[in-house]
């Protein structure tokens, strides 16, 4: 399938809310008497500027932060390193943060937080984490964070932090901000004031004695300086509430700074601060198709964006809001004569959604974030330039938890849902159902008090987005989220039907009638599974857990989906059948874009420096949850479909003739169904073991069991190293990935020859689809490699190594026998060495057949030994 779509969409993939929360500093400032006021919770982030490159020591690094009353918590996050000491939580007590009120600067030494109240301005600065370390190559698993030494800079300095002027005053309706640091290093902050202006207030540098000034931009002072006649009438004269500023932004020059306020009369003003001269007024309402409604209302819902690149210039992004309705309007500036500038309008796209919560902009993209009618997340982005049509791309955000309890028959409902809990009633007697409806009261009382929390906790705040790496964040007050692309099989299964129906066939197959068969076919599936009830969904469920045949199962739901057709479901799915060609190239086709059974290339010998560089890419524990997560989830979602093509598979050898044709083609879909079995319960494993815990393994057992095995001489397992998971519970294939998987897939995508790593930059959305792209195969339990399971041993996972081996052994026909030498040692571990001994001669059949097998019976000359069943029991059983 073409790669033009596998951008179309995203998935959102959690940050790690699994296990303990982060340890926050906390810190505190009293910088003024009793306040008044609470703005809304707020969120923001910064990333370095070279963030996305390979050798920096800023690369993948970024600095986000949450907002609530007087409370600012900022942490700084890495995709390559565990950072230490990287939350910090300060109190600025009896103030209340501005929302958007937190801005981050870099030079080459310093990083500067300036922080805006509705009181005061603080000035926090912190080395660079360049000048923290000064090799830009680092191999450490972890190292500290820019938030370290926070502890010793002095809040109380005067020269950090000064109260905002009473006269002019921040205007009390605006909560508009916007701070900068100048050449010099000057603290700059710019604020709306009470009389329609802008006032901005200038901290000297930070190790400067100086004073504090305060600078009004009033266009009754520039237009004494400017000919008259250059601005409209109707701005002429002193400013009055009308053009208070409800969004400001600064571009920063060499020595200079721009400065945008969109105001409540829909314009938007531009500013030089060294001229302290207005050198723009554009009335935006011209870009508005009907705005005589508008143009009598004050725009206090307006918005303002800024993106800057070196060969295109500087973009403004700015969003009209108007009552059930909205409008992005994207400009570029462009300079004029005399030191005067103009707009030229970009493009106009509209949205039908209610409430703009946030939205980033790129020289090429806009990304929107919204709370829909129903209070539900919507997050779409659109390519401004290149989608003429104006229609916006789907992010598949992560739904809150049913607001219902649902409790089948056969579960207890202390360990149903996510949360566990007890009860205990001793004073009265109980019949048992009396017993269980008791429980599943007290139960959803529970279950709803942990769901107000949670729902408060991921409710995105705001949209980060690196532009030098292309990655996009959700920040939340709990936690942040990742944005990555969705492969092209998910995103025409996941997609809504209006959007599907919308979609440019020719983009998926240079066969224009094939691609609308595999649409019609993802039709059909869609509309399978919608109509599949959770009772249906169990029985395959139980099916894969109890080694039962798929496809019985499928047999099954099909009976129960006729049985149960009130909607005219089947009726409409045999019409949508009708108009697929060819139904078994369709399926064909989408069989084999879910099929990762390959021969794994092994990567190319790389210089030393290369590989130093690349050791710790991708290695935090933040981009290991990632990546397992967004496997997980495509394994989630290649299950449906599986689970739906094999629904669909025993309907069209049901209507045989009818849609099929001659018996050859009814043999072919036989065929079919038989490679999609093995399909789906791939991809059961592969989400049993994204699910999967790993057990918490003390080193000293750790390094006894490695020890144990280097007698075996396994080059993968002796490279593992000894450690104690204490950083949070992983699941299994985390734990493959950070210890084994990660090395080899980072190697592979590297390994392109006359790359110059100092020119490499790091693209996030092509890097985390070609990561998963690699891991899939390493996962895929048909593929000849064995690193997984090897893996599991060599970790001391003997547990989830039994049962991955249970759940693969009836219907997985590669790697039997390292299968069975596997089970032998996990016999051995528990003491029963007779079940062993039996594991490894049936192992010892399979030798010459297995790689793995062959490393382990390899003699020292490289002949394979004579007696594999001696060698077995001399290298495993003796020790």
Avoid at 102 to 117: F, P, R, S
Avoid at 180 to 191: M, P, Q, R, T, Y
Avoid at 293 to 316: E, I, V
Avoid at 745 to 754: A, G, K, T, V
Wanted: proline share 5%.
């Amino acid at each position: 399938m073409a790669a033009a779509l596998a951008e179309r969409s995203c998935l959102e993939l959690s940050g790690a809310e699994r296990g303990p929360r982060r340890r926050v500093r906390e810190l505190a400032l009293s910088p003024v008497g009793p306040g008044a006021g609470r703005y809304a919770d707020s969120a923001g982030g910064f990333c370095y500027q070279e963030s996305a490159q390979l050798v920096s020591v800023t690369r993948n690094r970024f600095i986000h932060w949450t907002t609530s009353g007087d409370t600012l918590e900022l942490v700084e996050e890495s995709l390559d390193i565990n950072l230490l000491n990287n939350a910090i939580r300060l109190k600025i007590q009896n103030c209340s943060l501005l929302p958007g009120g937190v801005h981050v600067c870099e030079t080459q030494n310093l990083i500067v937080i300036l922080i805006v109240t509705n009181q005061t301005v603080h000035r926090l600065v912190l080395p660079h984490p360049a000048r923290m370390y000064r090799s830009e190559l680092i191999t450490e698993g972890q190292m500290q964070s820019v938030f370290t030494d926070i502890g010793k800079v002095n809040f109380r300095d005067p020269s950090n932090y000064h109260m905002i002027p009473s006269i002019p005053g921040l205007a009390s309706n605006s909560t508009a901000s916007a701070a900068w640091l100048s050449s010099d290093g000057e603290a700059l902050f710019a604020l709306p004031s009470a009389s329609g202006g802008i006032f901005v207030l200038k901290l000297p540098p930070h190790d400067v004695h100086g004073i504090v000034s305060v600078v009004e931009l009033k266009q009754s002072s520039v237009m004494q300086r400017l000919l008259t006649g250059w601005m409209p009438t109707a701005i002429r004269g002193d400013q009055g509430p009308s053009d208070l500023p409800v969004s400001l932004s600064v571009h920063c020059l060499e020595h200079d700074a721009f400065l945008f306020a969109l105001c409540q009369d829909h314009k938007l003003r531009m500013w030089s601060y060294k001229d302290q001269m207005c050198l723009m007024v554009a009335d935006l309402l011209e870009f508005v198709p009907v705005n005589k409604d508008l143009r009598l209302a004050a725009g206090t819902g307006h918005r303002l964006r800024l993106a800057y690149s070196q060969s295109l210039g500087l973009y403004l992004g700015v969003y009209m809001h108007a009552p059930k309705r909205g409008q992005f309007c994207v400009f570029q500036l462009v300079s004029t004569e005399s030191n005067r500038y103009s707009l030229d309008h970009i493009s106009s796209l509209f949205t039908s959604q209610e409430t703009l919560v946030d939205f980033a902009l790129t020289p090429a993209e806009i990304w929107a974030l919204w709370h829909d009618d129903e209070n539900q997340t919507v997050v779409k982005y659109i390519n401004f330039e290149q989608n003429i049509a104006g229609q916006w791309n789907q992010v598949f955000v992560q739904p809150l938890p049913e607001e219902e309890v649902n409790i089948r028959d056969d579960q207890d409902p202390r360990v149903s849902g996510q949360y566990n809990t007890n009860q205990n009633v001793t004073e009265y007697e109980f019949s048992q159902e009396e017993f269980r409806q008791l429980q599943v009261e007290f139960w959803s009382k529970f279950y709803a008090c942990c769901l107000q929390y949670q729902e408060a906790l991921s409710r995105p705040l705001a949209l980060h987005l690196n532009p030098y790496t292309n990655m996009v964040c959700l920040l939340k007050k709990g936690f942040l989220s990742f944005l990555v692309p969705c492969s092209l099989v998910d995103h025409l299964y996941l997609l809504p039907d209006e959007h599907l129906l919308t979609e440019d066939d020719s983009t998926i197959f240079d066969d224009l009638e094939m691609s609308r068969d595999v649409v019609c076919l993802v039709q059909c599936l869609r509309l399978i599974g919608e109509s599949i009830s959770m009772e249906m969904a169990f029985i395959m469920e139980m099916a894969c857990s109890r080694l039962q045949p798929p496809e019985k199962a499928a047999e099954q739901i099909l009976e129960d989906l006729i049985a149960n057709d009130t909607e005219n479901v089947m009726e409409d799915i045999h019409s949508k059948l009708q108009e697929i060609r060819n139904p078994i190239h369709a399926i064909g086709v989408l069989i084999r874009e879910m099929d990762y059974e390959t021969e794994l290339e092994m990567e190319r010998a790389q210089p030393h420096n290369v590989r130093m560089n690349l050791s710790q890419l991708y290695g935090s524990g933040t981009a290991v949850t990632v990546v397992c997560r967004g496997v997980c989830k495509m394994a989630t979602t290649r299950f449906l479909i599986c689970r739906d093509l094999l629904i669909l598979q025993q309907l069209l050898l049901r209507l045989g003739d009818m849609i099929l044709g001659g018996g050859q083609l009814f043999q072919s879909q036989q065929d079919l169904l038989h490679r999609t079995s093995p399909l789906l319960l791939s991809y059961y494993l592969i989400r049993w073991a994204s699910q999967c815990l790993a057990s918490d393994v003390p080193v000293d057992t750790l390094e006894s069991n490695l020890q144990h095995l280097s007698v075996l001489e396994l080059t993968d397992t002796t490279a593992l190293t000894p450690h104690k998971l204490v950083s949070s519970p992983q699941t299994i294939v985390e734990l493959f990935f950070q210890e084994v998987a990660r090395k080899h897939i980072i190697s592979h995508l590297f390994s392109q020859p006359n790359t110059s790593l100092s020119e490499t930059s790091l693209n996030w959305p092509h890097l985390i689809t070609a990561i998963a792209a690699d891991l899939l195969p390493l996962l895929w339990p048909s593929n000849p490699g064995f690193l997984f399971p090897e893996c599991l041993m060599g970790s001391c996972q003997y547990t989830q190594l039994q049962e991955y081996i249970r759940l693969l052994q009836p219907w997985c026909h590669v790697n039997v026998g390292s299968c069975r030498f596997l089970m032998g040692r996990c016999y051995l571990v528990m003491g029963e060495g007779h079940k062993a001994l039996d594991c490894f001669c049936q192992a010892a059949s399979e030798v010459g057949k297995e790689e793995f097998l062959d490393r382990l019976i390899r003699a020292e000359d490289g002949e394979m030994a004579s007696t594999p069943r001696l060698q077995y029991y001399d290298k495993v059983l003796l020790p």
